[in-house]
């Protein structure tokens, strides 16, 4: 009975705070949406600037045979677009209104005759303009080369000793850049209970009732799984919407929903065990909305919520190497939503990132049970 009056005292507790309960419910919906507007709608198409000063056969086969590269899905990959001056090709690319400038050199149909006629040729110069800051230049330039080099090969009449093929190990390729974000966007909708849990917790000491408690006996597991419980609820709340969001966008999903709810519903205790680390520092609400948001910028950024981050391996477990971001409980749960959501994955295939999961959340938890029991419960 008391850890029923508990979860309902903290349940109405969150509904009166009802400004942060919508924040934490619509935030990964509302960054779905944003994306979507950004990322999301047709396949991604790359644009290309071309420069070509050649004007010869080859060189306008090279054109044509980019500008009919398609994709895995029949689309085309590029739109093309030409112009007449270095200097206007080098400012579009700046303004990133192409991703990729190239330039067609003079003499590019006569090597290409040479070689037809097996003549010795010094190579064609054909030269890209690109910015580091556009991460969709890398791509666009290694397919623009492999065309080149295609006819080049063709044209030189040259047999590789060995030829490239790939295969794409995600059973949804993602159509546009949106879909690549969807993971991680859910893994956001379970970190952002970090506030509602934090405050859940600060509140009773911010509003000098957590002697109350005590003296109520409702004791300390009472106390804290009743937080749990409703913050369990809102999480998968959260996830819920996020994944509806995301379907009503468009997105298709390669794996079931069921292992996305099993980890949504471990990973959202693991953020009230970690909101219990956090919380044992914090005194006030208002000390969780802007102490607090260092370690949600902390799990965010370090797990590969936003973006992915290189491994850096340190050690290994059950034949699983490990590095220093994997100390971090959302890190699994981004690996675990890429490989049901992009690889279509079961329980089998997640089982060592739920062991992860679950190992972590009972060492945070615990060391947020004795950090909170010495910091704050003792000295009520």
Known sequence: MKLIAAALKSWKENIRDWKVLVMVLVFSPFFLLIMYLFYGGEPTIYNIGILNLDGGKPATELVEMIKEKKGQDGSNLFNLSHTTELHELEVQVKEKT???????????????????????????????????????????AVMVADEINKQGVEAAKITLPASISETFLEKQLPLNEFEGYVPGLFALAILMILFTASASIVKENDKKTLIRLKLSRLGAF????????????????ALFLSYWTALGLGYSPAGNFGPVLLIGIISSLSMLSVSLVVASFLNTVFDVLTVGCFPFFILMFFSGTMFPLPKLNMFSILGHPLGITDI????????????ILNYGAGLNEIRFDVFMIVALTLIYFLAGLILYQKRKLSKA
Do not use: E, W
């Not at 419980?229 to 709340?237: D, L, N, P, S, T």
């Not at 971090?328 to 490989?339: D, E, G, Q, S």
């Open 98 to 140: 192409i991703d990729i400038g190239m330039v067609i050199p003079n003499d590019y149909s006569i090597i290409h005759a040479d070689a037809k006629a097996k003549k010795a040729i010094v190579p064609s110069d054909v030269h890209f303009y690109g910015s580091m800051n556009n991460l969709r230049y890398p791509v666009a």
């Open 222 to 237: 009472n106390f804290l799984a009743a937080i749990c419980i409703v913050q369990a609820f809102i999480a998968v709340g």
């Open 328 to 339: 971090l409980p959302l890190t699994h749960t981004v690996n675990a939503f890429n490989k």
